[in-house]
């Protein structure tokens, strides 16, 4: 567990589809992240989706 100090970062793992603690041992090349909250990795896939819009422009 984390301490107290610090925080817990999260992962979105694109070959499981499943969000991962910071801690996981998945290689990196599977991985989406970090990010701050796992609300926020839930939506990893979301995110990529409106970056690549904004760049398509």
Request: net charge neutral; no cysteine.
């Amino acid at each position: 567990m984390a301490n107290s100090g610090e925080q817990q970062q999260w992962w979105f793992n694109t070959k499981t589809m499943q969000v991962e603690p910071g801690d996981t041992p998945t290689p990196g090349k599977h991985l989406l992240g970090p990010y701050p909250t796992r609300a926020e990795a839930e939506r990893a896939l979301e995110k990529v989706r409106e970056r690549n819009r904004e760049y398509d422009k």
